[in-house]
């Protein structure tokens, strides 16, 4: 029993072989649920897209191919936290060998449409051995007030908190900087850890319009809609039209410090709903 009208839950289960398997959380709108229903036959799912690699001094363009496994409910596999041993390689449907890294234009217009021309070839563990070569999908754009966002479509749970979280950075941020904020942020994916970027062209003062160069591996594995995104704060600073030094350091710690409060206030709230569309 709760009362919230909104939780997140998650859960695991072991197999059939002994295998550890556990899965993400999802939000859950409890005024809506009088009952959820968790578990059931787990489906195979692939996304292959082109993402940008900082490769030292620049920026690469990179294949990346996802492979996930998600339950009726929309919950996805944890992948690293279950012994399902998965390996999975990219492979052109006609037999030839895929373009070395990092891909130069041409080489990339060979291979489109991705999702034609290319297959995610997965084996994993689960019962048994499995071996599955899967048509992958291709981004999606959707949008929020302020952000436009290659997504991975099926994530619609991952889609809906990501840009949840950004336009909430976004509104830390707006009633303490100098400048006004960028009309529409574009979200790129960086296959590294790190090295996220955001910028801003236009007048500072002024109209502009902004871009956040993000790691795809906190859009992956960041399912929380309380979970604070590295590095999200501080690059869509960037797009408010700030560059690096001691103004921008401090708003950015006064926006954090402000995003700390809003779990507090979620807490005291047992009426909260987050502001996705349900």
Do not use: C
């Not at 005024?31 to 195979?44: T, V």
């Not at 708003?251 to 005291?268: I, K, L």
């Amino acid at each position: 029993m709760t009362n919230r009208r909104f939780v997140e839950m998650s859960y695991s289960y072991p197999t059939t072989d002994g295998r550890k398997i556990t899965l993400y959380p999802k939000g859950y709108r409890v005024d809506r649920h009088k009952e959820i229903y968790l578990g059931g036959p787990l489906s195979e799912h692939a996304y292959v897209g082109v993402h940008r690699h900082y490769g030292g001094d620049r920026y690469e363009r990179r294949l990346t191919g996802v492979f996930w496994l998600e339950d009726p409910g929309g919950h996805t596999v944890k992948i690293s936290a279950s012994k399902i041993k998965v390996e999975k390689r990219l492979v052109r449907v006609n037999g030839q060998a895929l373009p070395p890294n990092p891909l130069a234009k041409d080489a990339l217009n060979q291979l489109r449409p991705l999702s034609e021309n290319l297959r995610l070839e997965v084996t994993y563990r689960l019962d048994g051995l499995r071996q599955v070569s899967l048509k992958p999908g291709e981004a999606e754009e959707v949008r929020s007030q302020y952000f436009v966002m290659q997504a991975v479509p099926g994530w619609e749970w991952r889609n809906k908190i990501y840009l949840a979280r950004a336009e909430r950075a976004y509104d830390m941020l707006r009633p303490i900087t100098a400048y006004p904020g960028s009309s529409r942020i574009k979200i790129g994916w960086l296959t590294n850890r790190s090295r996220a970027r955001g910028g801003w062209q236009g007048k500072r003062t002024g109209n502009k319009r902004g871009f956040i160069n993000m790691p795809f591996i906190h859009y992956w594995t960041g399912v929380s809609l309380f979970t604070h995104t590295p590095f999200l704060t501080h690059e869509v600073a960037h797009t408010y039209g700030y560059s690096h030094g001691d103004a921008m350091s401090a708003v950015q710690r006064e926006a954090e410090r402000r995003y700390r409060e809003f779990g507090w206030f979620v807490v005291d709230h047992p009426n909260y709903l987050p502001d996705v569309q349900w």
